[in-house]
């Protein structure tokens, strides 16, 4: 089977020489990962579940774009949503546009390292702010942790935390 002119035309191998050095803070996320996830609901109980994840390069290396699905392939998907990163030099951080069309859920953040972790802060389509941190981020697992509020006043509150392992496919 090959590729569609679509697929070969949106995929890359890399981020061009002149824009590697910017695009470090997510290129080590290329690849692919399995993910056990943990959802805290309003009530206080948790609900598990198993996922994967891709990374890969796109639009001639200019952006990074991932493939969340829970659970894992093949049961019907409960989570199908994809997130493209992408490095603005003039603000020194990485717009992050985040959709899920299965869920019809959708933000836009802001991405920016805050000392060893990785911080998107931004808005959800329900109105409410959120806040995505890579944590524990190592060559073949991290900690997500997906956090929402309000407003300001507000504390966070976690919603979501993915703990990642890196496969071999």
Do not use: C
């Not at 191998?13 to 080590?28: F, I, Q």
């Not at 190592?138 to 392992?165: C, K, L, M, V």
């Amino acid at each position: 089977m090959t590729l569609s002119p679509f697929l070969t035309a949106l995929g890359s191998a890399g981020p061009p020489a002149d824009r590697a050095k910017d695009m470090n803070l997510y290129a080590w996320l290329v690849g692919s990962w399995e993910v056990k996830t943990v959802r805290h609901l309003d009530d206080g109980t948790t609900q598990k579940s198993d996922g994967e994840i891709h990374f890969g390069w796109v639009l001639e290396g200019r952006a990074i774009q991932d493939i969340w699905i829970r659970p894992k392939r093949p049961a019907p998907s409960t989570m199908y949503g994809t997130t493209l990163r992408i490095f603005d030099a003039g603000i020194g951080a990485w717009h992050i546009i985040w959709a899920d069309p299965l869920n019809q859920d959708f933000s836009r953040q802001i991405g920016r390292s805050e000392g060893e972790d990785i911080v998107q802060i931004g808005d959800d389509s329900r109105g409410l702010q959120t806040r995505w941190r890579f944590t524990e981020i190592t060559a073949n697992s991290f900690h997500w942790i997906g956090e929402e509020r309000s407003s300001e006043s507000d504390p966070w509150q976690i919603t979501y935390e993915h703990f990642a392992r890196r496969t071999n496919s």
